[in-house]
DNA sequence: CCACCCATGTAACTAGTTACATGATTTC
DNA sequence: GAAATCATGTAACTAGTTACATGGGTGG
């Protein structure tokens, strides 16, 4: 369950409420684990049920506002988790089960399909390259940047995979 | 719900057991869309129930093996999902957190589970040379071996991708 | 005063995982 | 005759999605 994980390494980079934590996930973490607030409500309870974050209401906020913290046991578990071993994702593409099903029934005109996909793949790294520029054009960085950007370069580089595996796909769809 | 419609395609591909299917599953299309066989049996137990595929004891196989094949409903509705628009997927990758936990909180020594997912990105790149070699060398492909050669540039491309970035990954937290 | 954003939540559902269970057939 | 593989399934759980609901504050 790498959301908890994922929501304890938020609120250490800044104690947030629920609702900020899915902004934030609408960004930056989002990238690579995106969840709804929903999501993100239903955790938080849970995890300060096992006494891992502790919420208080925001003096000066607004009325109702909760603000998260981690707590010692969360930092903890936090680390456990974080140096035990998982395996790397799988792909998981609904693209690729359309393409063998062109394959096996025969066209069905997915050319729009991966055009349209280009173009979102494309917009993504522009927008990544932004953030590059923008955070990590430095000459030297600290460990810790060189980690997020080493992050970042994992978002760029599939990206740019993407793109140029759509141009492919492209280019054998249309013949 | 994809794994019903990639059930569909690899039905038509060819009619199957449940058993035939899970293990296909753990092969060719698991490499973009993984199942177990519990999932597997559910779903073709949901699809039948809808009329989209028939089973019927195979004569000759095993007692209780059940042969399931595609219903002209079931092809109907598989047409008509792969030519729906869908978003492509997002990247959930646990490693990510775990950078972004480790620049948080400090050094938690990832560069092991790093080289551990190298490897394992090296022998799936190298079992995915071995299918390209050995079913897509021709000089010509027909536009299905051309497809499901895509799909396959695919898979070679992301696991090239993120062998890179490993390496890359490998220098900044040796360091 | 209306629309929009802040902020939190419940309920119901779908998809995916893990553990357990059973029995037949083939192979050594 | 024991072990491996074929073949199917149930049950219980965890994770993720979609729809609905509520109310306060802010800006035009």
Redesign the pocket.
């Not at 369950?1 to 908890?4: A, D, G, K, Y």
């Not at 409420?17 to 902004?23: K, P």
């Not at 684990?33 to 999501?39: D, I, P």
């Given at each position: 369950?790498?959301?908890?994980h994922a929501l304890l390494t938020s609120l250490i980079e800044k104690p947030s409420?629920?609702?900020?934590?899915?902004?934030r996930f609408d960004k930056s973490i989002g990238y690579f684990?995106?969840?709804?607030?929903?999501?993100i409500?239903?955790?938080?309870?849970?995890m300060e049920e096992k006494g891992w974050v502790r919420?208080s209401e925001?003096e000066g906020?607004?009325?109702?506002?909760?603000?998260?913290q981690v707590l010692p046991s969360g930092k903890e578990e936090l680390t456990m988790w974080a140096s035990t071993s998982s395996d790397p994702i799988?792909l998981?593409d609904e693209m690729m089960v359309k393409l063998r099903a062109d394959a096996a029934i025969g066209p069905i005109g997915l050319a729009d399909e991966i055009s349209r996909r280009l173009a979102l793949h494309q917009e993504r790294l522009r927008s990544y390259q932004e953030i590059e520029v923008r955070d990590f054009s430095q000459a030297s960085l600290s460990r810790e940047a060189q980690i997020r950007h080493l992050i970042l370069k994992a978002g760029i580089a599939f990206e740019e995979g993407r793109i140029a595996w759509s141009k492919d796909a492209q280019a054998i769809l249309q013949q």
């Open positions: 369950m790498s959301l908890q409420s629920g609702y900020e934590l899915a902004r684990w995106n969840a709804t607030h929903q999501q409500y239903r955790e938080l309870a849970r919420s925001d906020g607004r009325p109702g506002k909760r603000r998260f799988e998981r």
